[in-house]
């Protein structure tokens, strides 16, 4: 029978040992989860890779309208992970004023297509990327559409293969503020008393 490495369990000891021994707090969350100085990073992401841990994701957080006050308005979560004992940490980053914090890529070179995305969506800049160019919206959309306060509905989009995106409609059930385009998803989240059922195939197919 395999035993679990207790260092998985955000609760015990020996995971408050184990963060001890790479000189990081841990972060009040669900998950194993370390708040890391931005100008530490490098040092906490090398000892961790030192250790067989791999980059498998990064992803930014606005933290503009959340409801309890955070050190900063963003922050960026790199998700590292241990292939042989599943060990998995959180690596909880907050952007100082000056928008940056240090790239990963000289660590993991996974970082490279992850770190551009987040500059892409959140615009956070990764100090010492060697591409940091947007990877998913066009070169002349202004803003970054993962912010809260990026204006929905405003501005439609024109993507390069010709794909034509219009927010008002695509987004207007995740907001609940109209039925959107189906008029399922919007009323559930608005709450509305009399929900419409979801769509259902015909019996013997469509028709």
């Known amino acids: 029978m395999t035993t679990l490495d207790p260092r998985r369990d955000p609760l015990s000891p020996q995971f408050s040992d184990w963060l001890t021994s790479l000189d990081v707090k841990a972060d009040d969350s669900a998950e194993p989860t370390a708040l890391v100085p931005a100008d530490d990073l490098i040092r906490v992401a090398r000892l961790l890779k030192s250790d067989g841990f791999m980059l498998l994701d990064s992803i930014g957080l606005d933290y503009s309208q959340y409801v309890e006050e955070r050190p900063a308005r963003y922050c960026v979560l790199h998700n590292v992970f241990h292939p042989t004992d599943y060990r998995r940490l959180f690596l909880r ?14 660590v993991w070179k996974a970082a490279n297509y992850l770190e551009r995305e ?90």
């Open 93 to 106: 980053v907050y952007v100082p004023e000056s928008g940056e914090i240090p790239s990963l890529y000289q």
């Open 118 to 207: 987040v500059y892409d969506l959140m615009g956070v800049v990764f100090a010492g990327h060697p591409d940091m160019r947007k990877v998913l919206t066009p070169d002349d959309l202004e803003g970054h559409p993962l912010r809260k306060d990026f204006p929905i509905g405003e501005t439609p989009t024109l993507f390069r293969d010709g794909r034509f995106l219009d927010p008002a409609a695509f987004r207007a059930g995740l907001s609940g503020q109209s039925a959107g385009l189906t008029g399922w998803r919007g009323a559930l989240r608005r709450g509305e008393q009399s929900q419409p059922l979801p769509p259902v195939m015909p019996e013997g197919g469509p028709k």
